[in-house]
């Protein structure tokens, strides 16, 4: 589905690019030996590296490295024997170095390619390359009227700047890129994915052009946007403001804006600053990377399976369809969740009771799977008992329930409770003719012709049954004595 925006003139479409930061999952910082762990005490967490003491020298982290290469492999991109560190200068109160380091012109990783399901097909959109850079402090502006203060914890924490080609067309394109590559660094176990506590942010370069045009006009780069909604939020709002300066004969300017959620609207932060102006230098404290091909070899056949081939594996190995592997497969815990409980089992069940029955219940107390009031051992039971007719699939939701209030075993739960299914035809039989013979005017109305009165009995039957007779019989017999 094209996403176009009506000007005064005709039809215009919109062209984003991202540039998404995402925290490397590593004990120690990118150039020094100081933790990452969020939530800690202000400055608790400064080597002297981090605060750029004179005569310090940065050490590279080499998980970093690895980490950064395991993410190019899963972006099926280039990956440079031979990068470099550089210095990206620029003051900022909470830069003690009065630089970034960085790298520009040879990043660690080149171009690959990340592929979206779109309800209209399929999307490969391009990545130009992947870089490792330091992060910067935070200045806390909000805790005292006159002062700022400085928190230098993030300082030196080891990101990932993982660029976008300019192919992104709508904001829910621009949504669905951030949700499938963060699934992918979570699967890839690079970066923990979690927007909140700022592990992952997004800037979002928008211009956008005339319906049909290929040319690149003028675009505005919205900075650090922290959660999936307002990336989509943000980039419709720009849009609409740069169509609407369109129609009015004016221009868009080269410039950084903010997005404000609050207001639902971005706004002027600074206008842009080119490459050139941060005099990018080669850092000398540091060598240049250079890795083996064994090294990049090695790393690769060490990669989980990632979840474009865990989804094709699902719809082949399982039958499912397309639908349910690719929300199965959103998340590794999910997935490994779900071939528990479809092991050696009827496995459409299985994912019908995960996506439905499960789900439902974790969204509905706010909880992820890995807090999961029940294992995927218990539901793998409740599916079989289900499958093997020992229960009905209304008796099954009784359990499930019981399950995620006390914890219970499926089957222990069925035979304190005796729910097994009534399969034995006399005593349904002996049901069935009780519940006739107690409603002589609804069976005479279904010999009339109301057929409809017929779900009214199926009901009533398991209702004298408890609900354990089996429905497929309770129907037969019916339809025998009725008829
Ligand atoms: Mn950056």
Known sequence: MTYLIEGQAGEWEVVIGLEVHAQIVSRAKLFSGAATAFGA???????????????????????????????????????????????????????PQGYQISQYLNPIVGEGVLTLEMPEGQRKIGIERLHMEQDAGKSIHDQDPQRTFIDLNRCGVALMEIVSKPDLRSP???????????????YLGTCDGNMEEGSLRCDANVSVRPKGSDELRTRAEIKNINSMRFVMQAIEYEAE?????????????????????DRGETRSMRSKEEAHDYRYFPDPDLLPVDLTQEYVDEIRASLPELPDAKR??????????????MI?????????????????????????????????????????????????????????LLSEGTISNRIAKDVFEEMVATGGDPEAIVAEKDLTQITDNSEIEAAVDQVIRENSDQAQQFKEGNHKVAGWFVGQVMKATQGKANPQIVNELLRKKLG
């Not at 050490?59 to 560190?85: K, M, P």
């Not at 829910?172 to 979570?186: H, N, T, V, W």
Request: proline content about 4%; hydrophobic content about 45%.
């Open 241 to 261: 403001r740069q169509v609407g300066l369109y129609d009015n004969g004016r221009d868009v300017d080269q410039e950084t804006r903010l997005y404000d959620p």
């Open 312 to 325: 094709r594996r699902f719809v082949m190995d399982y039958n499912l369809a397309d639908a349910d592997a």
């Open 328 to 384: 199965l497969t959103a998340e590794r815990e999910t997935a490994e969740f779900f071939e528990e409980v479809a092991d050696g089992r009827d496995a459409k069940l299985a994912s019908n009771w995960v996506i439905h029955e499960l789900f439902a219940i974790l969204k509905k107390d706010g909880k992820d799977i890995s807090a999961s009031p029940v294992t995927a051992a218990a539901v793998g039971k409740l599916v079989g």
């Open 41 to 95: 005490a202000p400055n608790s967490q400064v080597s002297l590296v981090d605060a750029a003491l004179p005569g310090m020298l940065p050490v590279i982290n080499e998980v970093c490295i690895e980490q950064a290469v395991r993410t190019g492999l899963g972006l099926s991109a280039q990956i440079n024997l031979h990068s470099v560190f550089e210095r990206k200068n620029y003051f900022y109160p909470d830069l």
């Open 172 to 186: 829910e394109e621009a949504g669905a890129f951030m949700r499938k590559l963060r699934s992918l660094l979570r």
